[in-house]
């Protein structure tokens, strides 16, 4: 799978989310998308990061952009996580995994000398126009959320 770069059209989705719903792309037409992928519900710097985007929602939403998570969990785990830590953004269940092989985030990773598949935290930043306009691989938490915002206010 070659890596997506910025410049290039988001892939379209269509994934079901917390609270039974099914969100796509084509639902933020003319709108800026943050996509942002984690490796697993409720683990420590995934709760981190789902915890710093929801506290700059607001920001996010007044900047005119909106802000998706996705992982490989269910959407039952997605609404125990969303519950237990106050998340008001979407949290999209790709189960399949099918959206994280066209982003490109299903990679090889190890850790503790053991080698397996996984997300890597990635964050997409998708314009208006629906191409890509940032890609953050790599993704270390901590001021993140807040690079993410500076990116969307510069579109």
Known sequence: MNELESGAPAPAFSLPRDGGETVSLSDFAGRILVLYFYPRDDTSGCTRQAVAFTGLLGQFRAAGAE???????????????AARHGLELPLLSDAEGDLCERMGVWKR?????????????????????????????KVKVPGHAEDVLEAVRAL
């Open 109 to 137: 990773k190890s850790m503790y000398g053991k080698t397996f598949m996984g997300i890597e935290r990635t964050t997409f930043l998708i314009g208006r126009d629906g191409r890509i306009a940032r890609i953050w691989r």
């Open 67 to 81: 802000v998706l998570g996705v992982s490989k969990d269910t959407v039952a785990s997605h609404d125990k996580f």
